[in-house]
């Protein structure tokens, strides 16, 4: 009896997330859509990135800047006197997270700073590249190009695109 009583709350609970997950999919893909139509496809981020990143950067919205600060990106900024909240572990840092009033305000500074920070220039010259050829872009290719978005380099960039491939 106590075996079977395990394996249904186990049944449950990976049901549950799996719907948890679902849903934070569908909010992510939401704001995404919503961000960039009208958009021209040379400045689109593809939605299976944005929402890879997403996934990864907030652990499915768990993280506590997702919770707390609607940030589900690890974007950060280095002017204190804007809304941010600290790091637990790094108090002393000369940086905050950025919080933001909702997901969508989140997903639209993600698409923004893709857009326009110097760090991914190599990623809209793909972009670029790939919409000249194939008139789409392929998420995985803009992924190889996001090696500075993480400390973690090389190692990040197989995590997005192992996230990407998982929600194919």
């Not at 009896?1 to 049901?15: A, G, Q, S, Y």
């Not at 969508?104 to 920070?117: F, G, H, M, R, W």
């Not at 790939?130 to 190889?144: C, G, M, T």
Request: net charge positive.
């Amino acid at each position: 009896m106590r075996k079977l009583v395990i394996i249904v709350f186990f049944i449950f609970l990976v049901n549950s997330t799996f719907a948890n997950n679902s849903i934070f999919i569908e909010k992510v893909a939401s704001c995404s859509n919503k961000i960039q139509d009208g958009l021209t496809l040379i400045k689109q981020i593809p939605k299976e990135l944005v929402v890879a990143q997403a996934i990864i950067e907030s652990n499915w919205g768990k993280s506590r800047f997702a919770k707390e600060g609607n940030n589900y990106f690890g974007m950060r900024t280095w002017d204190l006197s804007k809304p941010h909240m600290k790091p637990r572990f790094k108090k002393e840092s000369t940086f905050g997270l950025v919080i933001y009033s909702d997901m969508c305000a989140s997903v639209e500074d993600y698409i923004y700073n893709l857009n326009v920070s110097e760090k991914y220039s190599s990623l809209r010259r793909a972009r670029i590249i790939e919409v000249k050829l194939w008139n789409s872009v392929d998420p995985i290719v803009l992924a190889r190009h996001l090696g500075s978005y993480s400390e973690e380099g090389p190692t990040y960039i197989r995590k997005i695109i192992d996230q990407i491939e998982n929600l194919k």
